[in-house]
């Protein structure tokens, strides 16, 4: 089954047993294939008699999920072909449907729906609609805070008015608004919000010096530091090895060597205190004005360009943005910020509180209600230690193993659920997870990649019962695709950018051969320079350029005088639109232009872009129409109406209107 050649990586992810397994591996090297044919070997393995129901199949989208089950599916079918009477087969091919191969999300709705009762909770409930969800926030937080401030007023609680101030100074509290929303949805992706975000509040309740050395951001900003300093020595190495190459500006050596010691000096500092005592004595040297006529001019640039790198726009800076006054006086500073950080705490927590009623009272769950319901169903706190509860050693006796892709994407909460469902390593369900760090996407969903890296420093490539495992071909992408993408990131990624070096062992390498030919296939990657020559191509939107000139190249792939080949499942063919795809950095506010453009110059070309609900045009013309009606001296929603299909206004039009004089009222 599977493919002609499993390599020996690939055969060790499918056959290992009982034990906790970590696969690690990057973009297209078959973490998901290898997934595929564990549990197809799994369930057709006549030794164990395994029933698919009995695997927990964890994937981060529907889409995946169902990809996944029809490819078991097919599998199950090619072998019920070989043997039509297997009845542990036939009943897989039963069991299928009920699988539980599913999204994180369907999975806690599944544990909610059967033990409700746990929790106490209406099991009539419905997953709430994104939109309903944002409408009723707003409500809340309007609520909220005039309900606030009419508290402090009533109360003169004089630190819910600083903390408005300090928050918020402009008219609108939207700052605080967006402030309490942000920390709303962060601490829901914690265990137990509540916890999280009164430790937030205990990191500005530091005492003496030595608490504030010890706060949570304190470690960061001095990872930060000294990331930064090492990035500096390099900067000032290369320069000094320039200085003293061929055609180098030596006379810079010795103020370049003194910033080397300088910089030296700062990275030995390891206390706060100290780094503001290394950063008052940083003195840059003046470079020697001599003049050396043996000199390169680009040499000395370089060298210039360097320095400013790592002296202006370095320590300079960050002297100016952490030390700009003495550790005692930041101490203050944060002492100051306590009663303000313990009122916008206080506000998250109330706005939770009541969100949740809310929520209750309209028998709807938003994703965080289920996992933190899941969460809640599964673990118990015996002597303020998390333990797997009833429900969860119940289905710890039903489970075989508990799978995930993607593993890289999860976040504290979905850790937590699956972790309670495991027995290792003493006995199963055993955990196997699939995932690649540098494909982490999800921040902005909160997903924790620390946790793989925790799972990817700790378990071992020997055996053990802790044990990892890298893949390292890539069998989806051509050579010259992998290599450009290795230039790329062996540049710019690092530890301290991305969170792991892009070394040997990250690098993607080709595992799969693809067929010579003489036709015209992607060989090399090209870089496009698009030069706005003329005035008119300068008043063209950059967007639409880039589009016009991405299309050109494209039409040219497909209906060009040498068009492009591909290799497709029955050999090379002639390149089709739909074999090629655009990645943007972000789709919104570029999507729109490149189909227009690209539909303009006759090329089909989608995009799934899910833009929000309130910037759909219909739903922005009916708020600027309720806006009018609330107040029509708004000129903005006004012309948006007037423009709009209710009005259906021309810009001629317009412009007549504003030239009438301004005297005139057009509400009569
Ligand atoms: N040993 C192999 N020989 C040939 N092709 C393979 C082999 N292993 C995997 N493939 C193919 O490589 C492609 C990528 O595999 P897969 O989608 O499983 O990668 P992945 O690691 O899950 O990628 P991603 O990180 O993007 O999720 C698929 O088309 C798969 O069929
Ligand atoms: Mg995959």
Redesign the pocket.
Known sequence: MG?????KE?ELVINLRDRNILVS??????????LVERIIQIISDRSRRVDIDRLLVVTFTKAAASEMRSRVGDAIEGMLLENPDDEHLQRQATLLHNAQITTIDSFCQNIIRNYFHVIDLDPSFRVADENELAIMKTDIMEELLESRYKESRETNNQDFLDFTESFSPGRTDSNIEELVLRLYNISVSYPWPEEWLGSCADMYSCNSMEEFEETLWMKELKKYIDDSLNDYLASANRALEICNSGGGPGNYCDAIESDINQIMMVKEADSYVSYYNAFCMLNPARLSAKRDPGVIPEKKEEVKALREGYQKNGLQVLKKNFFYQTPEEMLADIKAMYPLVNELIKLVKDFSDLFAAKKREEGILDFADMEHFALNILTCKEDGEVKPSAVACELQEFYEEIMT??YQDSNFVQELILTSLCRAPEQKPYLFM?G?VK?SIYQFRLARPELFMQKYNSYTISDSPYRRID?H?N??SREIVLESSNFIFENIMKECLGGINYDNDAKLVT??NYEDTDLNISKKTDILVIEQKSEEAENIEKRILEAASIGDCIRGMVQGDNPLYISGKDGYRRAEYRDIVILLRSVSGWSEEFIETLTDMGIPAFSDTKTGYFSAIEVCTILDFLRIIDNPRQDIPLVAVLRSIICNITDEELACIAALPRTLNYMD
């Open positions: 493919y002609a050649k499993w390599t690939q591996a990057a973009a297209g090297s078959g973490k998901t294939a290898v892709d993607e699939v690649d494909q893949l071909k069998f989806r595992g799969r």
